[in-house]
């Protein structure tokens, strides 16, 4: 999240621009970005205990009680949970990706468009 922010501070400064192309799409990226890690931080948190405790389990005879298939198994829905979220973070990142490109478009048509006088 550092890294955008310091991506949308430096893009306008580097096209000698006031701001940013849209406000609200930085808005947009910042929410999807933060959306898709909590997604992501939680369910990798969550199938990491699961899997732990799945791996601890002994039954009577000193044997583990879940295979590795059935640890995997039992981690589906979280690799479910963290794609979603894997997919909300590459959103937001496009998201940054076309409000950069439409800042810089921007500059480029005011720059060229210009008139040319050849009074000088």
């Excluded at 991506?7 to 849209?22: A, D, G, Q, T, V």
């Excluded at 990142?93 to 040319?116: D, G, H, S, W």
């Amino acid at each position: 999240m550092i890294s955008f922010g310091a991506i949308y501070h430096m893009l306008p400064i580097l096209w000698k621009r006031e701001k940013m192309y849209s406000v609200e799409l930085v808005n947009v990226h910042f929410w999807l970005a933060t959306v898709g890690i909590v997604l992501y931080i939680t369910s990798m948190w969550t199938a990491g205990i699961t899997q732990g405790l799945m791996w601890r389990s002994y039954d009577n005879m000193g044997f583990l009680k879940y295979s590795f298939l059935q640890s995997v198994i039992a981690l589906h829905p979280y690799y479910v949970i963290r794609a979603i979220g894997g997919i909300f973070f590459l959103s937001g990142a496009l998201v940054l990706v076309y409000n950069a490109l439409c800042t810089i478009e921007r500059i480029q048509k005011q720059v060229y468009n210009q008139p040319v006088s050849l009074a000088s």
